[in-house]
């Protein structure tokens, strides 16, 4: 249940191997900067083959880059006490601002290239690869900041606007809380807390939600003034930008446009009710007349059964097995190579991931598994993402690098594809029941929790800009989005759920909310595709997913889907699988 980080690098955070890898990444960034500086010194040098060759360093850097954030963010994930792990990526956000800064510059050089130059460049023989990179960095670098200024906010990120989303990760993954269980009082550290939501006992997920709730009282101000300096510090960058829109560099980041985004919501807020249903009725199973937050993840079955690792292990690799040969071999490998690390214990992070280490073509997945059919399912969403990695192997530097709608479409069409084949083996009322409420805790979290996330980012943002935002006042923000979002179905809401959710603190992603819901519809209408072709349809993913670092997302659903992400009537037939859904835990409960 371990994974194994020396076969990356030897020695962890006193690494040898590491140390020398940093300063090789340290003289890739100084090659080109080089370059960069004979490309502004002697603008007439810029031809195509000078361009592909500065585009190659650049993919190159940021592959090394990638290996060590991903190393660094393991190690102190596994342990949050390790503080030469902290050290080190205090070094790391150093060469990632540097590399950001020439990044910029580059960007800029290609904007200031006159039209009839810039057509002949971009359609060289040694930039196809590069086409839809090259022409989007051009398209979105229309900045009034000068490169001095692009370089002193670069500066002042590291030590400021990242430390911040840092503090937040040491901060949580410090907290401890007291929680009974089998008349044991135990110390748990957040991770191990949240995993007691799904416990089939309500007394002990009521006394871990209350024990989450006091804790997070107890810190309201620290995490108020952490997340209103993040904001407040990517605010004053949009605002010296001239971005009025807060929206708008999370979907030039997220690769769609804003009436993609729009159709979307609009589907989810149309389709509320059947969710509501669902929650009412659970709630009822349960001999409550409305849902309690804290019951939310509760398992709709006493007889729910734990799952040891190993028997996870051997459900997902088998289930992976009826979508394609590919996909099995690939989970066999993480499971047998150590991409994992699963272990129950103290000091880890309280939030589950999976980091690409491009460099090696590998990837780690980090969780807490408690034996639950959750864990299963979040260990599940992880591979899926590891999936994905393994796919962009082939793809160049720079083309490797996908948007986050894309990545939770393969992370949630892993998920579905586990549902699927468990549904189909499912053999009495009581394994379709489980299972069914399973996957409708997936679409109340897409339509309703994700939505309650979009709508306090959106009000919060706006609120930031006249000033601080108090604690309490997030708190009613907090509130008011859960009951608009649940339709009110939800009872006892989490207060300081912008406490607990992790994404609002991600300095490298603004609104990590919306990205979710995307890919859980976008993966449905893919599911249905693999559901008519069958196992020859695995060749027809991998490449989706190899072309999802180079389209943007509405070209590559026309692409590969023939739809128009546009249109609500693309969401609205991922839409009706989930309602239906809906509609037969209701009959079958009646």
């Avoid at 006992?201 to 108020?224: G, N, P, S, T, W």
């Avoid at 009322?429 to 679409?443: A, F, G, H, T, V």
């Avoid at 190899?546 to 693309?570: A, C, N, P, Q, Y």
Wanted: include cysteine; hydrophobic fraction near 40%.
């Amino acid at each position: 249940m371990n994974w194994d980080l020396d076969s990356i690098f030897l020695g962890g955070s006193k690494s040898n191997q590491f140390i020398n890898h940093l300063n090789e990444l340290e003289e890739y960034i100084h090659t080109i900067k080089r370059s960069v500086a004979s490309f502004i010194a002697l603008p007439s040098i810029i031809d195509a083959a000078n361009v592909a060759e500065l585009i190659n360093k650049i993919g190159e850097t940021r592959i090394h880059l990638s290996q060590a954030n991903s190393f660094v963010t393991c190690l102190i994930s596994q342990d949050s006490k390790d503080q030469d792990a902290v050290i080190l990526r205090g070094k790391i956000s150093k060469f990632e601002s540097d590399f950001k800064n020439e990044l910029s510059k580059v960007q800029v050089v290609l904007t200031n290239i006159k039209q009839e130059i810039w057509g002949r460049l971009i359609e060289a023989k040694e930039l196809a690869d590069y086409k839809f990179i090259l022409t989007e960095w051009r398209e979105n670098k229309n900045t009034p900041l000068s490169d001095d200024e692009q370089a002193l906010i670069a500066d002042l990120m590291v030590d400021g606007f990242h430390s911040w989303g840092h503090f937040y990760n040491a901060l949580i993954g410090s907290m401890k809380v007291n929680i009974e269980i089998d008349g044991n009082k135990k110390q748990l550290s957040i991770g191990q807390a949240i995993n007691l939501r799904s416990h089939p006992d309500e007394k002990v997920r009521y006394e871990a939600h209350q024990a989450l709730e006091e804790i997070y009282e107890e810190k309201e101000e620290i995490f108020a003034k952490i997340i209103n300096h993040i904001t407040g510090f990517r605010l004053q960058i949009y605002q010296h930008s001239r971005i009025e829109n807060v929206l708008e560099i999370p979907l030039k980041e997220n690769r769609i446009t804003e009436k993609t985004m729009n159709a979307m919501w609009l589907v989810v807020k149309q389709y509320k009710k059947p969710f509501s249903n669902y929650l009412k009725r659970k709630a009822e199973l349960m001999g409550n007349p409305s849902m309690k937050a804290y019951n939310f993840w509760a398992p709709i079955t006493n007889k729910s059964p734990e799952i040891q690792y190993d028997e996870a292990a051997t459900l997902i690799t088998n289930h992976f097995s009826q979508f394609g040969s590919e996909l099995e071999a690939f989970a066999k490998h993480a499971f047998n190579e150590g991409w994992i690390e699963a272990e129950d214990r103290d000091n880890k992070s309280a939030f589950p991931f999976c980091a690409s280490f491009p460099l090696t073509g590998e990837s780690r997945i980090f969780m807490t598994f408690g034996g639950t059919f959750l864990n299963v399912l979040t260990l599940v969403h992880e591979l899926g993402h590891a999936f994905h990695n393994y796919a962009m192997k082939s793809a160049d530097g720079l083309n490797k690098q996908y948007p986050m709608s894309i990545a939770e479409t393969a992370s949630t069409f892993a998920e579905m594809i586990i549902f699927d084949a468990a549904m189909e083996k499912a053999q009495s009322k009581e394994e379709k029941l489980l299972l069914l409420d399973e996957k409708l805790k997936r679409s109340v979290m897409n339509f309703m929790n994700i939505h309650s996330r979009f709508l306090f980012e959106e009000r919060f943002y706006e609120e930031r800009k006249k000033g601080l935002v108090s604690s309490k006042r997030l708190n009613q923000l907090m509130n008011e989005t859960i009951q608009e979002a649940y339709n009110g179905s939800i009872d006892e809401p989490s207060t300081y759920s912008w406490v607990w959710t992790p994404h609002y603190y991600i300095t490298h992603s603004p609104f990590y909310n919306f990205p979710y819901t995307f890919g859980y519809l976008f993966a449905l209408g893919i599911f249905a595709k693999a559901k008519e072709k069958g196992k020859e349809f695995e060749k027809d993913y991998l490449n989706l997913l190899r072309d999802s670092g180079s389209m943007t997302v509405e070209d590559l659903v026309m692409k590969h889907l023939g739809e128009d992400i546009t249109s609500k009537d693309f969401w609205e037939k991922g839409m009706e699988i989930c309602i239906k859904d809906a509609e037969e835990f209701i009959t079958l409960t009646s």
